[in-house]
């Protein structure tokens, strides 16, 4: 599973699309290529962005969710969270600047 986490945050447009999930949660396909493009200049086909996040869903990170017959897509920050406290040390002591 950390693998898959990894292998999801190596490209730039998926790290895109979780920008923009943790700007605005609960988004359809349709506003995802929307705010790529409006936002970020990229031109890419639906199909494109549909395997970015079947690759985010499948590390966790993405959570789809359907309502009738839309499907939108949340957030899951807690893989991300998994990947961070297992390096931190409980213990060491906390840096003063």
Do not use: N
Not at 24 to 33: A, K, M, N, T, V
Not at 62 to 86: A, M, W
Request: proline share 6%; aromatic share 6%.
């Amino acid at each position: 599973m950390t693998q898959d986490v990894f292998k999801a945050l190596a490209d730039p447009t998926r790290r895109r699309i979780l920008d923009e999930l943790a700007e605005r949660d609960g988004q359809s396909l349709f506003e995802i290529c929307a705010r790529l493009t409006t936002k970020h200049g990229l031109g890419l086909s639906r199909q494109a962005v549909s395997q970015h996040l079947a690759v985010l869903e499948s590390a966790g990170l993405v959570i789809p969710r359907r309502e009738g017959r839309y499907k939108f897509h949340d957030l899951d920050t807690e893989p991300l969270e998994r990947i961070v406290t297992r390096w931190l040390r409980p213990d060491a002591p906390e840096s003063t600047p």
